[in-house]
């Protein structure tokens, strides 16, 4: 499979270097297009073809990865559009605040009055590492194209269909969702540090306890409330810590930044 990536920031790169890192393409497989020589030589370092010429990149993919600003989407497409072969090739346009109707309406069909085959995708920064949780809307595309970008998204951790409706809702919780996870990790160093540890040694057991965490939500059946309840024993330390922070605000706050992003 042959994939074309236009903007190589970071989302772009990282999108880029963690397909390549799950295996499922060659850095030979890949175009990456951007602006910036800096960015293409590190690219071209590793094996991957390079261009500063979107519409040149397009050529001859089976994916075609839109992976910039929000306001430069409809000048790449216009940029890229007569080098599109909407016969065989699928666009993915990887850009927050991008609607269906947008996206339709800029690709719209070619000269044959071909459909463009195209969805919205929302990965987060962790694809670089395998472990995205990603969401793909499909605007016009068949089920066989949706399989083949669903499949590529899975190799870099989760990836999830889902409504238009529920995208802001899925981007709150997962790509910004990734800063929340950060500043709750930051804040709990933080706290290391004032009980006594060494800064890199307290980011290095916060981390490990978050990982601890997600592995036992992982398994079937768990539940947050169950795994609560399995360290909190009664008058102990747990609860008193838990319900500290609640009167601190903390699922409110939570709850309140999540909903705050959706808008």
Same mark, same amino acid.
């Given at each position: ?6 903007? !190589? ?12 890192? %799950?295996? @499922? $393409? #060659?850095? *030979? =497989? &890949? ?9 293409? !030589? ?12 979107? %519409?040149? @990149? $397009? #050529?001859? *993919? =089976? &994916? ?200």
């Amino acid at each position: 499979m042959k994939i074309s990536v236009i903007g !190589a920031g970071n989302m772009g790169g990282a999108t880029a270097r963690g397909l390549v890192k %799950a295996g @499922a $393409v #060659k850095p *030979s =497989d &890949v175009t990456v297009s951007d602006i910036s020589p800096v960015v293409l !030589a590190s690219f071209s370092a590793l094996g991957y073809n390079t261009t500063k010429d979107s %519409a040149q @990149a $397009v #050529k001859g *993919s =089976d &994916v075609v990865m839109l992976v910039v600003k929000p306001w430069l989407v409809e000048e790449v497409i216009s940029v890229i559009k007569p080098e599109l072969d909407y016969s065989s090739q699928v666009i993915v346009c990887i850009a927050a605040g991008i609607t269906p109707q947008q996206l339709s309406e800029w690709l719209g069909c070619d000269a044959n009055g071909v459909v463009a085959q195209c969805m919205l995708v929302i990965p987060n920064t962790a694809i670089e590492i395998l472990q995205s949780m990603t969401f793909i809307t499909p605007v016009m595309a068949s089920p066989e194209s949706v399989e083949k970008v669903k499949s590529l998204f899975d190799s870099t951790g989760t990836s999830m269909v889902v409504n238009y409706d529920h995208m802001g809702a899925a981007t709150a919780l997962a790509s910004c969702g990734i800063a929340y996870a950060m500043r709750y990790i930051h804040a709990a160093a933080q706290g290391g540090v004032e009980m006594g540890f060494y800064p890199a040694d307290a980011v290095k057991i916060v981390c490990q306890t978050v990982q601890g965490a997600a592995g036992l939500l992982s398994q079937p059946g768990a539940h947050p409330e169950v795994e609560i309840d399995k360290v909190t024993t009664p008058g102990g330390i747990t609860i008193k810590g838990l319900n500290e922070m609640e009167h601190a605000g903390f699922t409110s706050a939570v709850i309140r930044g999540l909903k705050a992003s959706k808008k």
